[in-house]
């Protein structure tokens, strides 16, 4: 599998500006904290189904998330594939998904990541070896961003979606390297550097919440 269309990616990020923008009152904090070139991982909190295209909308560069197969349904297959989004089968090690991600990386650009796997508490309570794995692999720093308010309360229209015109703040954090500096990827090194992402993004999500006013 070759690496995902940078072009789709990028007809992908005015497509979420428009929807975003459009629907919602998005409230970005931190955007200049994503360096504007080489390879990025962006890892995101996943409490509600719009905090994918929330990012792709409101993120400075274009962004390749990977996203699980089961979204892929119908119409929406061709199009997720056509704006450079990746299709991941949870079920056991995609091969396909692990080198187009790497691929994206390779290439300078986003990876897009929700490392809680599925959409929860949006905590970063439990979080998932793929983000160490891509970013020892990769060397690529990660940035944790914090998507608040999107799940606190049901639109009234559609409930499956946060209120029309309501305000959703969007955190991007400071860039950090997951890595040791050893360049190890043993399973321990790779062990040791989940807990330092893991402890890199709660920190960042409980420093959004206070800067929001979000409740915890």
């Known amino acids: 599998m070759t690496a995902p269309s940078a072009r789709g990616a990028a007809a992908g990020r005015r497509i979420g500006i428009g929807l975003m923008?459009?629907?919602?009152?998005?409230?970005?904090?931190?955007a200049w904290r994503v360096p504007s070139a080489g390879p990025v991982i962006l890892a995101?909190?996943?409490?509600?189904?719009?905090?994918?295209?929330?990012?792709?909308?409101?993120?400075?560069?274009?962004?390749?998330?990977?996203?699980?197969?089961?979204a892929f349904i119908g119409p929406l297959d061709p199009?997720?594939?056509?704006?450079?989004?990746?299709?991941?089968?949870?079920?056991?090690?995609?091969?396909?998904?692990?080198?187009?991600?790497?691929?994206?990386?390779?290439?300078?650009?986003?990876?897009?990541?929700?490392?809680?796997?599925?959409?929860?508490?949006?905590?970063?309570?439990?979080l998932r070896a793929g983000l160490a794995y891509f970013a020892v692999r990769s060397g690529a720093p990660i940035v944790p961003v914090a998507v608040l308010g999107s799940g606190e309360r049901p639109g009234r229209l559609f409930k499956a979606?946060?209120?029309?015109?309501?305000?959703?703040?969007?955190?991007?954090?400071?860039?950090?390297d997951a890595g040791d500096g050893s360049g190890r990827?043993?399973?321990?090194?790779?062990?040791?550097?989940t807990v330092r992402i893991q402890q890199r993004l709660t920190a960042h999500l409980e420093n959004a919440r206070r800067l929001t006013g979000r409740p915890g």
Not at 21 to 30: D, I, K, N, T
Not at 100 to 126: C, K, M, Y
Not at 161 to 176: I, M, N, S, T, W
């Open 44 to 70: 995101v909190n996943h409490s509600h189904m719009v905090d994918g295209p929330m990012l792709m909308g409101t993120a400075p560069r274009p962004v390749h998330f990977l996203i699980k197969k089961e």
């Open 161 to 176: 979606l946060p209120p029309l015109r309501g305000r959703v703040d969007v955190v991007f954090g400071e860039a950090f």
């Open 185 to 193: 990827r043993t399973r321990t090194a790779l062990d040791d550097a």
């Open 79 to 126: 199009f997720l594939l056509g704006i450079g989004q990746l299709k991941v089968d949870r079920s056991g090690t995609d091969r396909a998904a692990v080198t187009g991600a790497l691929g994206v990386l390779e290439n300078g650009g986003v990876l897009g990541i929700f490392p809680e796997g599925t959409r929860g508490e949006g905590d970063f309570a439990s």
């Open 21 to 30: 923008y459009g629907l919602w009152r998005p409230r970005v904090l931190g």
